[in-house]
């Protein structure tokens, strides 16, 4: 019996795709469900270090729900870096504007803050509605198990 580890290599990980229908789940819950597919860390062979994660399409996305007062209370802040710059904007309005937006910066969030991160967060495709163009890709149609 050896003692040494095993480590995962990129290229060696069968990445499969998966298609979720975010329509009615709550954004943070969905984030968080999402941000552990695209590290891997539902497969068995989960390696921190590499990218074993898989490719997520997420369709209905404008018709994600947060819970509470979350929807007018929840400011998303930039700064462009001049004097007077600071941009507001509610979740309300990214919703209405940018539901992609709004979805993939919740996930960056839950992401390692490095290149790794970067290049999972790649795999994640967001639309709003109920279409995409991954056919190609045969995705399964993932069912997740989230509280509403």
Not at 14 to 29: E, H, I, P, T, Y
Not at 91 to 110: C, F, S, T, W
Request: aromatic content about 6%; charged content about 30%.
């Amino acid at each position: 019996m050896s003692d040494k580890s095993f480590m995962a290599k990129e290229n060696e990980v069968d990445k499969k795709w998966f298609v979720v229908d975010a329509a009615g789940l709550v954004v943070g819950r969905l984030a968080s469900e999402l941000a552990n597919r695209l590290r891997g860390k539902t497969k068995a062979i989960y390696t921190p270090h590499n990218d074993v994660g898989d490719f997520v399409v997420v369709v209905n996305a404008d018709k994600v729900r947060f819970t509470g007062r979350k929807l007018d209370d929840k400011l998303y802040v930039r700064y462009s870096g001049y004097i007077g710059g600071l941009k507001q904007t509610t979740a309300r309005d990214l919703l209405e504007r940018k539901p992609r937006d709004l979805l993939m910066h919740a996930v960056r969030g839950m992401l390692p803050k490095n290149s790794l991160g970067r290049r999972q967060l790649k795999k994640l495709k967001v639309y709003a509605g109920p279409e995409h163009p991954h056919s190609a890709q045969k995705p399964e149609k993932l069912d997740l198990k989230i509280r509403t």
